[in-house]
């Protein structure tokens, strides 16, 4: 294992018998997760993901095979040591798990119960913990008194305690508005950066892998089908269930419906073209569509895109139509497949 590597999961399994049947939640995933990044583990529901991540701490014993934390295999710990091993590992839930007849202040002071701390360094840490939530004011409000965002800023408090270095989000923003939602990841951008703590998230939304995570693991069926860098995995997907969660966050795929329909939008004149243009590569940089009209005399009539910055590189693509010269596009479109755009002709009306 590297010395880089903090978490690693050697062909984990694990099993459930229900009603005279097994049920395979996770089957032989085996991943490492660096110190000090956010690694993503994306799923759709049933996927297997939230009982993998359940897996890292133990809440849930693995069937088979083995987890190592920060180069212990805690498989094999007995529950004195296990204890004091998942203290290195916070952990943030969906409904946030506060304890309803304490205040803000006292569902973090719980998790210092047996820390050996005095009640002034108890309530020192709190009070700096609450401070950077940025909860200082309701230190002394209750659950019901606070809004979802204001519970989970409690929560993620509560999992900092024990100064872990490793922070697990199960579907941590999945009750959350957009908007809060945006804080939320954040305050996990700015503890990661801060405090140097390696977090998991665990989520079956794009947006958040996009937002927040360096590297992504793809969950189906119980296995990881998928993983690599952010922008590698999305730019380039590889299997279908990939494919999937891309398309519900892009508008790309709309284009279907719209010849599928007869949309006027995508009627073409002799000779045009409708093209899908998508980047591969983190380097481009070049103005493309300009230079393609530039150098091979073609127009392109751009009708809609989707491009956003992910890991500090374009990723998306757009969808526009193609006029000019049957042969200057033809080259139009292999030059641009050359720069490592993916070209996709959706209508040609070149042979009409």
Do not use: W
Not at 315 to 331: A, K, M, W
Request: proline share 3%; glycine share 6%; with cysteine.
């Amino acid at each position: 294992m590297s010395s880089n590597t903090i978490i690693k999961l050697d062909a984990v399994n694990k099993t459930f018998e229900t009603k005279g049947r097994t049920v395979e939640a996770v089957s032989d995933v085996s991943l490492q997760v660096l110190k000090g990044e956010i690694f993503g583990i994306i799923g759709f529901s049933g996927a297997g993901k939230s009982t993998l991540v359940r897996c890292l701490n133990m809440l849930e014993k693995p069937s088979s095979g083995y987890v190592v934390i920060d180069g212990i295999d805690i498989t094999k710990l007995k529950k004195k040591a296990l204890r004091k091993e998942r203290k290195k590992i916070g952990m943030i839930f969906q409904q946030f798990n506060l304890m309803p007849s304490r205040t803000a202040f006292d569902n973090i002071a719980l998790a210092l119960y047996d820390s050996g701390l005095s009640k002034a360094e108890i309530k020192e840490k709190v009070d700096k913990l609450l401070e950077y939530v940025d909860l200082s004011d309701r230190a002394q409000s209750y659950p019901s008194q606070l809004s979802g965002g204001q519970k989970q800023r409690v929560a993620i408090a509560r999992a900092l305690a024990n100064d872990p270095k490793i922070l697990l989000c199960d579907e941590a923003t999945s009750a959350l508005d957009p908007q809060t939602t945006r804080s939320i990841l954040n305050l996990l951008k700015r503890l990661n950066k801060e405090l140097g703590i390696t977090v998991v998230v665990i989520t079956h939304e794009m947006n958040v892998i996009k937002r927040i995570c360096d590297r992504v693991a793809v969950m189906e069926n119980g296995k990881v089908v998928e993983s690599g860098d952010v922008f590698s995995v999305f730019a380039n997907p590889k299997e279908q269930i990939t494919k999937d969660f891309i398309d519900t966050t892009s508008s790309l795929s709309e284009i279907y419906t719209l010849v599928e329909e007869n949309d006027p939008i995508v009627d073409l004149m002799h000779g045009e073209v409708l093209v899908m243009m998508k980047f591969k590569s983190s380097t481009v940089s070049e103005p493309l569509i300009s230079t393609v009209s530039k150098k091979f005399d073609v127009v392109c009539n751009i009708l809609f895109g989707d491009l956003e910055i992910i890991s500090g590189a374009p990723l998306g693509g757009t969808v526009g139509i193609f006029s000019g010269d049957d042969d200057n596009i033809g080259r139009a479109i292999e030059y641009l497949r050359n720069q490592d755009i993916t070209v996709e002709v959706i209508k040609d009306g070149r042979a009409s």
